[in-house]
């Protein structure tokens, strides 16, 4: 999960701050629907259960979570399409 990806090479930003779980979760697999493999979405969330939730999301779902970072209360989330 320290795979350093630059932010040119991101195709989608969900900005999913301000909602409570399942939000993030739902916008971040609506947006996965429409995305190609190998593509990388962004995931801006404030809910803190998103630290757990996403990564068991990503597993569960066999795509892949890049990375992982907190600033501010902001969590974000890099997640690449398989």
Do not use: H
């Not at 409570?20 to 947006?31: D, Y």
């Not at 996965?32 to 404030?46: I, M, N, R, Y």
């Not at 996403?54 to 979570?65: D, H, I, K, S």
């Amino acid at each position: 999960m320290s795979t350093s990806v630059a932010s040119d090479s991101v195709t989608t930003i969900i900005d999913a701050r301000g909602q409570s779980c399942p939000g993030p979760l739902v916008s971040l697999a609506r947006a996965l629907k429409d995305a190609k493999p190998g593509d990388v979405l962004e995931l801006l969330a404030t809910d803190p259960g998103s630290r757990s939730d996403v990564p068991a999301w990503a597993t569960l779902t066999g795509n892949e979570l890049l990375e992982a970072s907190e600033w501010d209360g902001t969590f974000r989330y890099l997640v690449r399409k398989t």
